[in-house]
């Protein structure tokens, strides 16, 4: 997946915008306001919640997957983005980012999240 593949695929996600709350260059991903993406656009790597065991084991598998950027590093991954993780595991990874967010939500939110 490429950027411009990712931030699709992104979009396509109930109830989620986009921003640069950051910088110009890190375009944020979020679901009812909490962020479950990061996409750097200067330096092709996207950063991704996942569950801690499964980042280990992800980090074992592949180079170019990494503790977070600036985050979280047992909570968060950054991907680099050069070609070596498959398009349909990045795309689970994501999915999996938006899932965990969405689990944490109030039931509130959920329910707002619901009925959009």
């Known amino acids: 997946m490429n950027i411009e593949e990712i931030r699709e695929y992104c979009l396509q996600k109930k109830g989620v915008t986009e921003s640069f709350p950051f910088d110009e260059t890190t375009l944020v991903f979020k679901v009812m306001n909490k962020m479950f993406c990061l996409l750097g656009l200067d330096d092709m790597r996207v950063s991704l919640k996942n569950d801690p065991d499964k980042n280990i084991e992800l980090r074992a598998h592949y180079p170019a997957i990494y503790g977070g950027y600036h985050l979280n590093k047992q909570?968060?991954?950054?991907?680099?983005?050069?070609?070596?993780?498959?398009?349909?595991?990045?795309?689970?990874?994501?999915?999996?980012?938006?899932?965990?967010?969405v689990a944490s939500l109030t039931k509130k939110l959920k329910e707002e999240l619901k009925n959009l």
């Open 75 to 101: 909570h968060w991954n950054t991907i680099e983005l050069d070609g070596s993780v498959p398009s349909k595991l990045l795309a689970e990874m994501i999915d999996d980012s938006y899932d965990l967010i």
